[in-house]
């Protein structure tokens, strides 16, 4: 069957209904389609189309779909047109011509924009609840091992100390934006646009406010030739998917770096590693790799929406058949992305004193001795250089920081004081960063107190 036809001589070719069709990929909004449509019945007996009996029936019948679709077989070798054609169908095959009143005033372009607008408020929610399990495990992971020191990287480069907790934070904050972003994305998709009709409006007096407040939807949108050219809400949802993956693949990357022989900070999990079909002794960082190889697909998804909607004259045009695609992979692979990196997180041995000793190896503490000889009184720029000298002077003879005493500092250059000394140790250096955002001790300590309770707060918001 069709929703469409009586102006034609002839049905469509083979091939364009092979090109054309997309119910092989938007069977996924059945249930959004279920739900959408029994809320239009009850708007349809609001204005008196159907009867309190009709709307009831059709009511129960979209509901007996509900189930039956909870089989995934249950599309098996259907050849309709979409999804919508589909569900209209079944529902003709359960309460015979009734079924034909269900369209009374409801455009295609307006049920397909209610459809991915319910799917992608569900695939929002189910986002934003594993952004915070995800943030849970790194505060979980930075409570683990409060007091361990790690270089900071600036250029791949040692840079600076820094505490494990700060790091972790750093991809907390990460996180607790796209949060935010995701949130913002679900507030413009959670708009109805029922009521909109193909693109001039509904002919019918609908009460809208009354069809979104069954739907959960807390606003209705503005312009029904906006609803039938929009796909913004979409965008939002593929932008805020890729920035989180942007994320996953920054941690993923350091993790197969700091988990690999060369830096050799911390082991993954067998549960979350994989070895090779030729090398015996191989512990690869698989999941870690998958989700930074899956960013590109998630990048991707949002370009192909992108680009199709750049060109289109207002309002609806077939090309947007194409946004579903992108949005479904999109939520799958960020989702199981997300649920990946907990897991990777959960599984974590961090080995302390490994970067501990990268960071007394190295001259992390360069930055720490030139503001101490700024804080005596000397000029930034020439402390700058007088460390800097020791520093070569080091590299050249084969010194680390520990092999240097406080008399031997001062003897380097007598703007050093012995008691300097203290700061050829990290950890003594990491005390003056104690501003908010700094990895001093306490300072880290009451972020991550802040940090949990902001956790708990998102948590609160989640729908």
């Known amino acids: 069957m069709k929703l469409w036809g009586g102006r034609f001589e002839t049905g469509p070719s083979e091939v364009f209904e092979q090109f054309s069709g ?102 929002a929610d189910t986002v934003l609840t594993q952004i915070t ?7 979980a992971l930075a409570e683990k091992y409060p007091d361990a020191v790690i270089p900071g990287y600036t250029h791949l480069r040692r840079a600076q100390a820094v505490l494990w907790p700060h790091y972790l934070l750093a991809y907390f904050e990460m996180f607790a934006r796209d949060f935010e972003r995701m949130e913002q994305a679900r507030t413009r998709i959670n708009v109805l646009p029922l009521g909109s009709g193909a693109l001039a409006g509904s002919g019918f007096p609908f009460d809208r406010q009354a069809i979104a407040a069954d739907l959960h939807f807390p606003a209705i949108t503005r312009n029904s030739m906006d609803v039938s050219a929009d796909r913004d809400f979409a965008l939002d949802f593929l932008y805020a998917s890729s920035v989180i993956m942007l994320h996953l693949s920054r941690l993923a990357e350091d993790w197969i770096l700091y988990s690999s022989e060369e830096f050799e900070w911390m082991t993954l999990g067998d549960g979350v590693t994989s070895g090779s079909s030729l090398m015996p002794q191989k512990k690869n960082p698989d999941s870690l790799e998958l989700i930074r190889g899956k960013s590109g697909r998630v990048f991707g998804d949002l370009t192909s929406l992108f680009v199709t909607m750049k060109g289109l004259p207002l309002t609806y045009n077939r090309d947007m058949q194409e946004d579903k695609e992108p949005i479904f992979d999109a939520f799958h692979q960020t989702a199981g992305s997300l649920a990946m990196a907990k897991v990777v997180a959960e599984s974590i041995v961090l080995k302390p004193a490994v970067p501990a000793a990268a960071a007394e190896d190295s001259w992390v503490v360069a930055t720490d001795l030139a503001e101490e000889l700024a804080r005596s009184g000397v000029a930034f720029h020439r402390a700058h250089q007088i460390v800097g000298k020791l520093v070569l002077d080091s590299v050249n003879s ?15 250059a007598p703007e050093f004081k012995p008691e300097m000394a203290r700061l050829l140790k990290p950890v003594e250096g990491m005390k003056s960063r104690a501003l908010v955002g700094g990895t001093a001790p306490s300072a880290v300590s009451a972020a991550l107190k802040e940090a949990a309770g902001r956790l708990t707060e998102f948590r609160q918001r989640l729908h």
């Not at 349809?44 to 679709?69: H, K, M, P, W």
């Not at 399990?133 to 790194?138: D, F, K």
């Not at 084969?398 to 380097?412: F, N, Q, R, S, V």
Request: aromatic share 6%.
């Open 22 to 123: 997309s119910l092989h990929f938007d069977g996924k909004l059945i249930f959004a389609d279920v739900e959408g449509s029994q809320a239009f019945a009850r708007a349809l007996a609001r204005i008196g189309i159907l009867t309190a009996d009709e709307c009831q029936t059709l009511v129960n019948a979209f509901a007996e779909i509900g189930r039956e679709a909870q089989d995934p077989k249950y599309l098996d070798g259907a050849s309709d047109e979409d999804i919508h054609t589909f569900v209209i169908r079944k529902l003709g095959e359960k309460v015979g011509a009734l079924a034909g009143k269900i369209h009374t005033g409801r455009s295609r372009n307006e049920q397909v924009s209610v459809d991915v607008r319910l799917y992608l408020r569900a695939s």
């Open 133 to 139: 399990e995800l943030m849970s495990a790194l505060l």
């Open 398 to 412: 084969g010194k680390k920081p520990g092999d240097w005493t406080g008399e031997t500092l001062a003897a380097a």
